[in-house]
DNA sequence: GATTTACGGTAAATGGTTTTACTAAGGAGG
DNA sequence: CCTCCTTAGTAAAACCATTTACCGTAAATC
């Protein structure tokens, strides 16, 4: 039978409000009773039970933390830096990976505030989640990370620059001549994809190139969606001569599918892939990446949800700018 | 302000048991009483506190999950499989990283004990854990995943075959007449490290070669972790012609220092990794990998947990074997 | 017609802690 | 000696739900 605080309560013939002052050092107690009580504290290994704690502190010291495309290596680092810093911070983590569904996104979203979390760090699937304005226009905190939404009000979020990300990597290819980029991606309807692809428009537009709707390319976020979306794409468009690529996977089927074809790479089509995985320097040619931080998007978005929860007030927009690390993949 | 079960009855003019009865269906209710219930349910989007919930009925339908080296690819895999298997199961996962760092694992035990968790599914950072049985000696479920313990009773595991593993890497490159094989990983005093050497060790001597202790080489978890060690054990042992290495980041750092040396890969040296990663299969030579399935693990030890849960007898250590798949780098 | 049984509903206890407001005792100051 | 603080300790309320035990009433059974 688990051993509560009226036990020891008991066991020390105090009452069970002095046992709490010792166990939180919230009142002083003479040192005779503080030494009986903690002698029995230890004596059964006594253990202060949280769920009771939280009921009364109408707080948990637990976040939130739903990201929709786990184990992607991007969100994968990004959660990496969330738990380091709510363990610095003494707090911990309910992860739920919503694979994409919408839906389901909801319904978590709820039941981790029935099972009240101090906030929530929220990836989200869609665009399409004014549902959350239910919770931040209570001040419930709610903070966006990697992917932002501009319907939901009142939730800070914290992402990359993906704007800059997508102009940087078009306009690096621009420069070495490229005017049919392929644009390779794996989630539509949402603000990374979309904010790149505004990029990659305006490095066009500034170098007088057209846009073209076909050179974008859907596919699934895996080694086979990289190899088959490259093989429609190139199907389709004939001359491109530069891709750049979304994800590592993806990434990794296009190489293969070039090969494939005995199409050379940087020669025939140059490459920039998103994100530096340990693999880019090694393969041939060495891949050149335009990577944001994940798991400085990941702290600093803890940071931020802490703000939050501290002054319902906060509402900053963070984005983290890109790097190119430029390599041979892209002809240089 | 939160709106409880206590404004929902006080609105319908009926009792809070009522309206429990009503959100959990417990007990039949009129047809007119259970709507106007439901409506005002509705009308303030009530949402029943689980942190009260949990008090009561004394389960909170949520495990903890402690993992030591969060984000190895091989232990995010598995966390994918665990979190997915728990989400199936409507559980709840708190995700810890102790980093292998063994008194900060027996803190969040501690921690999540006391948080009400059904049950932990804990990856521990070594074999020294015996702190764990005043835990499972009570009844509390614990199950072991991917790394095991021979002291801790009471606890179901479930882990790789890493004898097997390490057995048959190390049988594979005796085949190609290799005999001094070098063995490079990245966490001592851990079951998988430790039997994959007993593996190691049983090859070579059913081969009846000699085991040379210097041929194995602990390193830091890292693309230079990798390159580190590689150095190292080259510089200590000239006629190395194999290496089995236990991590795809070093395997990364190997494969550049081999080249920065002009060691080709695999005549001057074959090479065995572990695990798969996507970039395997377009490096050059293609690596030649030995698989664990980490989904499955992760899967696995769910199920196991909730075995635990429901029968407290219930004590199985699983073993999943392993996969050679060949490609290149091991001289085939 | 007497006795069960079923049904709908509720009061109150329960879970384990924190925290407020109060008491009693001892000490200081005048 | 009286008053005023301070201090150590505690009783009880609060947190928000679930669940047990019970109470009428109406229907069913013999």
Redesign the interface.
Known sequence: MKITMKDIAKEANVSVATVSHVVNGTKHITEEKHKRIMDIIRKY?Y??????K??RKKT?M?AG?VVSS??DSFV??M??GI??RA?EMGY??????TNENRDYEEETV???????VDGIILSPTSNDIDYLN?YTENGFPIVLVNRSSPVVKNAPSVTGDNFQTGYDATTHLIKHGHKNIGFIYAVPDVSTTNHRIDGYKTALAQANLPFNEDLLELGFAT?NGGANAVRSLLAREKDITALFIQN??ML?GV??KL?ELSIKIPEDIALIGFGD???S????PPITNIVLPPETIGRTSFDVLMSKINNPDYSKHIELPPTLIVRKSCGC
Do not use: Q, W
């Open positions: 290994n253990i202060p039970n949280s769920t009771a939280n009921l948990t637990t933390l786990f184990p994968t680092e959660v990496y738990e380091e363990r911990n983590l309910l992860l739920v990976n709820n039941l981790l505030y029935s099972k009240m239910a080694v590592d996977l990794v190489i293969s090969r995985f340990a693999s320097t090694i393969i041939d």
